[in-house]
């Protein structure tokens, strides 16, 4: 079975603008959340969907969205790009409850952005 | 102050060694608590959970200590393949059921 896959695996922008990070969590998978890490951290929880609603938002500005497709899968997005925005963004998909494993998240090998 | 806190080492340590990490969390709400381990510019992947009676894996042995918020990790016999970041990790069970990571402790064994 394939794992969770994420596009692009590398992005370069510039300050101010916008980028769109995609993830396609693992099949059966419906809950889909997303983790920025800047270097010499851990990830840090930035959003998390379920059924195409979102559940759960961690304390990220504005600047941060993302949605659920029926097809579980996801995008984040971040307007008006800082250099601090420069990080592995990761996608996690998670079973269902009372499936096999749905204590874990199962994480994509992430989206490495650039801000310049 | 952080919600999960670990020692960022780096702990170097010859093959065959015994190794042990510690982690704290500060919300008494963290229901679930698990290891996972990153290697360098890859994604994190779970070790293993940790449970209030304490729990082996091979050579890995998780204990966590409800009282005191502190979750241990212990490695024996280390190999080399073990090198790598280990994320201490904490969850609420109720809500959003995102998890929340420590920094990291990293993890050089030496020939």
């Known amino acids: 079975d394939a794992g969770v896959t994420q596009s692009p695996t590398h992005l370069i922008k510039t300050r101010g603008q916008q980028v769109t990070l995609r993830c396609s969590p693992i099949?059966?998978?419906?809950?889909v959340s997303w983790y920025q890490q800047v270097l010499g951290q851990g990830p840090q929880f930035i959003f998390q969907y379920y059924e195409k609603e979102e559940r759960g938002r961690g304390n990220f500005p504005d600047r941060f969205s993302a949605r659920q497709f029926p097809n579980y899968s996801s995008e984040l997005n971040v307007n008006a790009l800082l250099l601090g925005d420069s990080a592995l963004y990761l996608c996690?998909?998670?079973?269902?409850?009372?499936?096999?494993?749905?204590?874990?998240?199962?994480f994509g090998p992430g989206t490495r952005l650039t801000v310049l | 102050r952080k919600e999960v806190e670990q020692d960022p080492g780096p702990f170097n340590v010859p093959e065959g060694a015994t190794v042990a990490f510690n982690c704290t969390y500060s919300n008494s709400a963290s229901q679930s608590f698990f290891w996972y381990r990153q290697d360098c510019r890859k994604e994190p992947k779970l070790l293993m959970s940790?449970?209030?009676s304490g729990n082996e894996d091979g050579r890995f042995t998780a204990q966590l200590n409800r009282a005191s918020q502190y979750i241990s990790l212990l490695i024996r016999d280390s190999k080399l393949s073990d090198s790598a970041t280990y994320l201490c990790v904490v969850r609420r069970d109720t809500g959003r059921r995102a998890l929340t990571f420590g920094s990291g402790t990293r993890l050089q064994v030496q020939p």
């Open positions: 099949s059966g998978h419906k809950s």
């Open positions: 996690a998909s998670s079973p269902p409850q009372g499936a096999t494993k749905d204590n874990e998240q199962f």
């Open positions: 940790v449970y209030s």
